[in-house]
């Protein structure tokens, strides 16, 4: 089976990770900073932060912002639910705007007219690595004194309008993901990019406890905090792969070519773009498929032969739990994308020859309405 996505590992990302193992440091030690520091560095941001995975990073993000019970928040339905949950987990409120047709991030031309008086922030989902329109964003944020929380789970290695995502040049603070299918792993791990001290200093406290050193280097805990702390083993595997995330990126873009030049004269599929002004670090490769029955019967065509497919995503307000919680929606391009999206596989080290073996099938599938191995 050729999975959707995979992670790349090599000697040298073992070789470090195995100088932890044998080091006195298997958490709170020195590879942790070491890695923040390069994803400052690499992101352009004064500081970064990492924690246990992109959802607690989405929560500390939160908190740091100054979110607070009955707050609203404007953000995309096409993301995995982590993003709104930790809006939940707060007790603030995911008021969802609907999703451009050509980039299915969030349509910023929509924004607006849902800001009420108890909106306080704007999250962007840089969806499947492509950045949203974030000057725009930007604007109508400074309008109403709005923070923005860009959620770049996807995004690590993109830039909108030459800027690195995590630079936080459009944005306060920019949250990412080191889950094995991203651009970089860590296995679990996430890191919250910020340009604001103040923003910076509570994260820290609120991932060790709410810990800090008093005068006379005696901890005390001066806020409710978290153990949102990623270990010196994850580190140090992160901090590896860093070094080769340019290239891990050209490497995706390289798949994408490879789908758009073999895919490009099927009539039934809309192929992804990529906006001007963007450079997608390509997380994931969704085409659509016009007529629902067809998407989901080339799916199913692609399992059976060996194709690991998926669907990013269901639209956040369709899942039951949402639903009970009163999320009445149907959102015009939402439900129409929900309906026709599919993901193929994209990945570091997916071959030519792995590329053409898919878009056969696919081809096959269209030209003659195949439907059984």
């Not at 707060?90 to 009420?116: M, Q, V, W």
């Not at 878009?359 to 003659?368: M, P």
């Amino acid at each position: 089976m050729i999975p959707y996505g995979h992670q790349n590992i090599d000697e040298d990302d073992i070789d470090e990770v195995i100088k932890v193992l044998k080091s006195d440091w298997l958490t709170q030690g020195p590879k942790v900073l070491e890695f923040e520091r390069a994803l400052a560095k690499y992101g352009g941001a004064k500081y970064a932060v990492a924690v246990t995975n992109g959802t607690s990073a989405l929560h500390l993000a939160y908190l740091a912002s100054g979110l607070k019970p009955g707050d609203e928040v404007i953000t995309t339905p096409n993301t995995f639910v982590a993003t709104t949950n930790m809006l939940l987990a707060i007790g603030a409120k995911p008021i969802f705007c609907d999703i451009r047709e050509d980039s299915y991030n969030i349509d910023e031309k929509k924004i607006e007219k849902l800001i009420t008086a108890k909106t306080r922030a704007i999250v962007p989902v840089h969806f499947s690595g492509q950045p949203c329109e974030m000057e725009k964003i930007k604007k109508i944020a400074k309008k109403y004194k709005l923070a923005v929380i860009e959620d770049a789970c996807h995004a690590l290695g993109a830039k909108y309008k030459n800027s690195k995502i995590g630079s936080c040049k459009f944005s306060d603070l920019a949250v990412f993901s080191f889950h094995p299918v991203k651009s970089i792993t860590t296995g679990e791990g996430g890191a919250i990019l910020t340009n604001n001290r103040e923003y910076y200093e509570k994260i820290l406290t609120w991932r060790t406890h709410g810990i800090n050193k008093d005068a006379a280097g005696k901890n005390i805990m001066t806020e409710l905090g978290y153990n949102y702390r990623m270990t010196d083993i994850q580190a140090a595997l992160g901090a590896s792969q860093l070094k080769k995330l340019d290239k891990f990126i050209r490497e995706r873009r390289r798949v994408v070519s490879w789908y758009a030049k073999e895919l490009k004269n099927i009539k039934d599929i809309i192929l992804p773009v990529e906006l001007p002004g963007n450079y997608s670090s390509w997380h994931i490769y969704v085409i659509r498929v016009k007529d629902k029955k067809k998407r989901d019967g080339l799916a199913e065509y692609l399992k059976i032969n060996g194709v690991g497919v998926n669907f990013h995503y269901p639209a956040v307000y369709n899942h039951p739990y949402y639903r009970r919680l009163g999320y009445d929606l149907k959102l015009k391009n939402t439900e129409i994308y929900h309906r026709t999206c599919l993901t193929l596989p994209c990945f570091v080290g997916l071959e030519r020859a792995k590329i053409c073996q898919i878009t056969g099938l696919v081809k096959s599938y269209f030209t003659f309405g195949l439907s059984k191995k």
